[in-house]
């Protein structure tokens, strides 16, 4: 049978580190191509004894029946404390929603504004999957460039003049992919200008949490006067991705079409995937553990940094983050990062070309995004030591 | 702010039954309003003895990852055995998609084929989340009526023709709301209809385990020889709602296509609602645990039965279904059975309206739809008696 597809489905594929992902079941290859966080990171012992307090309580049966949209009350009121740490001091209940992970906040803001045709205006580049889901609602991405500080306040704001958008994506805080933070003054306005023209943004945070360098930047939501910053964050790398439970924080209004869109998708988060979250935070877990997680993916970044500057051609340049996961590379033009990959794989190192990131990807086939939370010291030396030595030769092959 | 929303949420408001779910809040209140199973059919101790392995295991921090959007192999291995039990032999890993329950492989669906202003058709009277998410999709759904054998296939194949539907959408065993079942037969012909003029069928079916009466019919997707049904089940009614997990099943190209919608929505199903579905009928559970939840169901059914013929009105018709969880009824015209509810909810009973299940409304608010599995045997009885007091009087008035 020949389907007839919604006219989504023609730029809809799968997102190149999900395809990525389904190779890495070889435990042979060194990945630097996902965003997991360190397995060691992950609180097995903790989880194991919330799940096991929460399945002796004599209220269990009522964790396996079906639960409320937005999420459950203590939770969600817990999360209104949660937010504080983002800056975020006013949230009531009605701000916030409990989601899915990040991915789900961003599907449901998308899905409360899109409709095909409307414009989105993203950093250059951005995650990746935050295209391929502008793609699900038929929306056109545009680039706006950034500078060390954050984005460029005047191609913002012309941009927004030419496109008319009805959001602006970005990822403030250790961007994926560049790793980069914007600074508070930079923030502060871009939250003036798209209130100014009456644009949504999109702030995604799911790494700031994560710094082993510099100073904490509030959020862009503690500074949004006119309701227009829908904050979303995941607890994915600060306690569990496989758990999929984040937080999505707006104005009432707005969170309420949110939780009728959520309605539709799954009905509800998961409850012991909310209680394991809720407990986790409420037994005060989080801020120890992410002081031992934030030490190791500061060494491991240290690592990276240190292989690359002792193994790749001189002519490679890249970011230096404060934290997050990521370390955003550039070649010479010349370069072809996804031609080479089949060439990496086989010498058993996986990572992402930077094309993917980009609204607008030609030209940037030189770009290279390298993950170092997953692998150990070991394996990023190796792996980027393998990696030198392929892109020396074809660089050298290059300027023959 | 003034937010300018996408088009879709002009016709998107919280589900009834959703709205009403949050005033259940008050233990007062007998409930044959929602789809709830019995608290007391919820395995909440095995549920706490899986969790308790699975947290203990030395692979456990595997499961606190990253995992991969389809499921984890083992599971969806698991659920290619599962499908046999609806009569679907055949299927393959790659026929197989875990969701995040039923809701969610309906969404999917919708996701993979319909553009706004496309057509679907719906049984007469329906499921009233599905027309919540076709118009999140901005779909029309046109009505099929339906004898107590299944859909009307003269009906059928005239709005087929007629409205070039791209989907066809029904719940063919105990339905919801009507709790009734299409024979072997009607579904055959409605498989070979659909599959003459290309038009998908979902073939939702979360009830069918739950029969205390009456001959197993095997699922439409078994009768399926185009590759047009997509078969969509829950473990939401035989295990937990809670949880959040079902399965999708459909050819390979279908189910990459839902794969990589789902990829954009959230990501995955949380690792540990797969793994205590997956070690759940691994252990071998369902069966003896559906044996005691279908007599429970039974009685509850055959309780309610009882009340309402002693004590609603002569008037009242409704429905004898063999399993599932719903009773649907009709007043004579003049009643409008959501302008007393709340009259009903001041009487510590609620209900819910029929009229939100048809996707063409008019002239269908002397409906209503009882669940029977949620409240226990007294409340059944004393909650019935209620509203038979409730609706008698009003019927009363109407006659004088």
């Known amino acids: 049978m020949n389907y007839n597809y919604a006219s989504r489905m023609a730029n809809l594929n799968g997102t190149a580190t999900r395809e990525i992902f389904k190779l890495l079941g070889n435990p042979e290859i060194i990945s630097f191509a996902g965003g997991n ?3 060691e990171c992950l609180p097995a012992q903790r989880v194991k004894e919330i799940t096991a307090d929460i399945t002796s309580s004599p209220s269990f049966p009522r964790v396996l ?9 203590e939770f969600r009121e817990m999360l209104t404390e949660y937010v504080k740490t983002v800056g975020i001091t006013d949230a009531k209940t009605e701000n916030v929603l409990v989601i899915s992970g990040g991915q789900q906040g961003i ?63 970005c990822v403030p805080t250790f961007s994926n992919p560049t790793g980069k933070t914007y600074t508070a003054e930079r923030r502060k306005k871009i939250a003036e200008i798209t209130a100014k023209y009456g644009v949504i943004v999109i702030e995604d945070d ?9 100073d904490y930047v509030p959020s862009m939501k503690s500074m949004d006067e006119a309701g227009n910053v829908i ?3 995941s607890f994915s790398k600060i306690i569990s991705p496989g758990n999929r439970t984040g937080v999505a924080c707006a ?17 509800h988060t998961p409850n012991l995937s909310q209680m394991i979250t809720y407990e986790y935070l409420k037994r ?29 051609p001189k002519e490679f340049e890249c970011t230096d983050p404060d934290g997050g996961l990521f370390i955003w590379g550039k070649f010479p033009k010349g370069i072809d990062v996804l031609k080479i990959f089949p060439e990496a794989i086989e010498k058993k190192v996986a990572y992402i070309q930077g094309s993917v990131f980009f609204a607008e990807p030609e030209g940037t086939e030189n770009y290279i995004r390298f993950n170092y939370s997953y692998a150990n010291a070991e394996q990023i030396d190796t792996g980027i030591k393998r990696l030198g030595e392929l892109f020396g030769e074809k660089l050298m092959n290059l300027n023959k």
Chains 1, 2 share one sequence.
Do not use: W
């Open 65 to 73: 029946q079906y639960g409320l949209t937005p999420g459950f009350p």
């Open 231 to 233: 904050f979303v964050s």
């Open 37 to 39: 966080p360190a397995i």
């Open 206 to 214: 799911p790494y700031s949490k994560l710094r082993f360098k510099g």
């Open 284 to 312: 005060g877990y989080l801020e120890p553990d992410l002081k031992k997680a934030v030490k190791i993916y500061g060494e491991k970044k240290a690592c990276m940094s240190d292989a690359i500057a002792k193994y790749m």
């Open 251 to 267: 104005t009432p209004e707005l969170i309420r079409k949110m939780e009728i869109c959520k309605q539709g998708t799954d009905l």
């Open 107 to 169: 599907d449901l803001a998308l899905k409360t504004f899109i409709n095909p045709g409307d414009v989105i205006l993203v950093e250059n580049p951005t995650y990746l999957a935050f295209l391929q889901i502008a793609n699900s609602y038929e929306a056109v991405c545009k680039g706006v460039n950034a500078d060390d500080d954050g984005l460029d306040l005047a191609d913002l704001e012309e941009k927004i003049i030419r496109y008319n958008p009805k959001i602006l994506y």
